[in-house]
């Protein structure tokens, strides 16, 4: 084991070390870093190109019906694939759920690009879904292992710029290919790209970061709380847990998509799933803001399940309000990833390393800030652009905070816990996802709000107010979430 490697937590003389290695693309690290980027890079593409297959993919086979079970098929596998990942990286190292998760992911593209069904497409969704979740978490077990803390912010800021440039191409793109050679390319042509990363990660993932944790990383008294959890097995209480999480989610989303009274009956039962899951799952103190890691992980539910329920409502606002087309409506959030790409490398900075948690309440401000100025385009004097000017700071907003707290999770997080703290962390994100959405589309429906008709420009009759109900509660949240920015390290 070389000098350079984290997992024996040795001491290392900085002074010592060529200044080729200070940078994640120094000679040590390049491979690693190309490699494990270029799989967020594919996977952000596949995130951002997907979606504009799906509507053509979903009339073909007939499936319109269950459009929306094709993206909830694939957030409830994931978030059993992120606890799986952090038991399995805790105990096994992070190698074999990223390739398992590599795989499935592959698979489930393939799946779904050759069904001739939707059920079968829905499937392969759902298996797609495991494997993205196991990617994510097993990702950051690797950030945590292979690289010492100075480089961290680095690496994490490279993993928000991956997704620059698939949030402007990618849809272009799958839209060209969905045009000119049909959906299912868009799905079947992804897999063959993981080849070149994987090549070059996997090598040095097997070299830095695999296995178990060592014995002599593991803090005083780990020992004695990892009781009866054997390196080499499973928590069989967490991954029942984790099946009552993405069951819950499940039937909560189904709840959610069929609005009749019997529909009571199957959200209730997901809420009766969920609650205990999310409690067992999440570290002790998370929804009381406790000091410390509880707080970082509900920062991220709380940062981003307030952003995206917003930001889902804003092309439908510029185009049933203002009249907008709808991709001009989707290029008013283009700026944006720049924007949130600059924010992460502004946290990368070593400089700004001891104002990280000023930095992040600033982040916050930024975020409930760009969330109460969007609905102020329903103002017919206020100009359409001022909506792409507050998602841009909204979005630098969001760099400096969603990067930030993987950097706090993976300092605070034993070294043995890495794995299950990272999966807390992709379990609040997700979750707070599909609830903010549930709750506002719940208020935009109750206060009349309407839906895009198949002309581009042509609305039905969505009231501002409607609107309003969204994005004004959600600036609430993240403003919320700026007071939580206070207690993220310990007194």
Known sequence: MTPLEPRDNAVVDTADLPAVEESVLGRDYRALSVGIVSVVLLIAFEATAVGTAMPVAARELDGV???????????????????????????????????????????????????????????????????GGLVIVALYVVVGRAYPDRLRPAIMAAFAAAWVVPSIVGPLASGAVTEHLGWRWVFVGIPVLVVLPLALALPQIRRRASGAVEQGAVEPGAVERAAGKGTGSFDRRRIRLALGISLGAGLLQYAAQDLRWIS???????????????????????????????????????????????????????????????????????????????????????????????????????????????????????PAWTVAVAWAFGCFGMGLVISSTSVLLLQLSAPQEAGTNSAALQISDGLSNVILLAVGGAAFAALGGGTVSHAATETSGSHPAAFAAVFLPMAAVALAGAWVTTRLRER
């Open 264 to 382: 009571v009956l199957p959200g209730a039962v997901g809420v009766a799933l969920l609650v205990p899951a999310v409690l067992g799952l999440l570290p002790r103190g998370t929804y009381r803001a406790a000091r410390g890691l509880p707080s970082v992980v509900l920062l991220r539910g709380v940062a981003a399940g307030s952003f995206i329920a917003a930001e889902s409502f804003v092309p439908l606002m510029l185009v049933t309000q203002r009249g907008l087309s709808p991709t001009l409506a989707g290029f008013s959030l283009a700026a944006g990833g720049g924007t949130w790409a600059l924010g992460s490398w502004m946290q990368s900075r070593p400089r700004v390393e001891p104002y990280r948690e000023r930095l992040m309440t600033v982040g916050m401000v930024l975020v409930a800030a760009a969330i109460a100025a969007a609905p102020s385009v329903l103002i017919e004097s206020v």
């Open 65 to 131: 019906s269950l459009y929306a079970f094709a993206f909830s098929g694939y957030f409830t596998t994931s978030l059993f694939g992120m606890v799986l990942a952090g038991q399995w990286s805790d105990r096994r190292g992070p190698l074999g759920s990223l390739t398992a998760g590599i795989g499935a992911f592959a698979a489930g593209l393939m799946l779904s690009g050759t069904a001739g069904a939707m059920w079968l497409f829905i499937l392969g969704r759902a298996v797609q879904g495991l494997g």
